[in-house]
């Protein structure tokens, strides 16, 4: 797929723009991790505009993670950007940059990565690698540490990764080197499980929260198409049914659903309004 023009992207992200700002205004005199609950949601975490006059606020520091280029984006794309809008930083950490090596001349790595820093700027995030391989993930002990040491350097206050009952064994390979590395630091970052290509990939799929996104879906979609080599006409349909069945479900028009792990510290999703 490869008709989406520079110039609808580059309108759609003005209009996108304008909105981030008159959001951020509205949200300017929330509190960090304030006192807002919504029905046994986790609480508001939103960061104001930095003051001249106050210490800067505390920024959450989240980092998403998949096996591949456009996962974060389809799974969690809205709730980035809400994220995003709310100050905070955001670290999109794929375990390949999507390349062959089998087939050297024809590796479309190059082609992956730019289409994931495309994706990272629409989302106002930061692509990371974790070094691995497209379809031969390794899981082992000399990568347990090294992913560890990869993610702890990152200090994140909240992790996304696949849900471990999925059909592609990247995703099962970045699942379970986080959730190592959580338990190798402390259990101490909040840990959510996404869904991605429902049925292809993710199955069992049961969400405890919901996040709405609603207003930044837009920027999801275009997220997503910025992986133009990766069928975004067929894998954004499925994504786009998905949000709006867990929007039926938690009351608005799209969400994101997750899995938080029964162990992990409650906090920082953006509130379901
Ligand atoms: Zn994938």
Redesign the pocket.
């Known amino acids: 797929m490869s008709g989406h023009s520079a110039h609808i992207l580059a309108e759609d992200l003005h209009d996108e723009h304008m909105k981030r700002i008159s959001r951020r205004n509205m949200l300017s005199q929330a509190s960090w991790l304030g006192t807002t609950v919504a029905v046994g949601l986790p609480l508001v975490a939103s960061a104001a505009e930095p003051s001249p006059n106050k210490t800067t606020k505390p920024r959450l520091k989240i980092v998403v993670t998949?096996?591949?280029p456009?996962?974060p984006e389809y799974g969690c794309g809205g709730t980035i950007a809400r994220y995003a809008d709310l100050g905070h930083e955001v670290v999109l950490l794929y375990l390949n940059k999507g390349e062959w090596t089998d087939k050297p001349s024809r590796d479309p790595g190059p082609i992956r990565v730019a289409e994931a820093t495309k994706a990272c700027e629409i989302l106002n995030a930061r692509p990371a690698f974790a070094g691995q391989i497209d379809g031969k993930a390794v899981v082992d002990q000399a990568h347990y540490e090294q992913f560890h040491r990869l993610l702890e350097a990152e200090k994140p206050g909240v992790v996304f990764t696949h849900w471990p009952i999925d059909n592609?064994a990247?995703?099962r390979a970045m699942s379970l080197l986080v959730y190592e590395a959580w338990l190798r630091m402390g259990r101490k970052f909040a840990l959510y499980y996404y869904e991605?290509?429902n049925g292809e990939?993710t199955v069992q799929f049961t969400p405890t929260h919901y996040v709405d996104i609603s207003d930044t879906g837009p920027r999801k979609r275009l997220a997503c198409y910025a992986h133009a080599s990766q069928a975004p006409d067929k894998f954004y349909a499925l994504q786009e049914m998905v949000a709006r069945m867990r929007g039926i479900e938690s009351g608005c028009k799209q969400a994101e659903g997750y899995i938080r792990h029964v162990q992990s510290p409650d906090f920082a999703l953006p509130m379901v309004s």
């Open positions: 998949g096996g591949h456009g996962d592609h990247d995703h991605v290509s990939d």
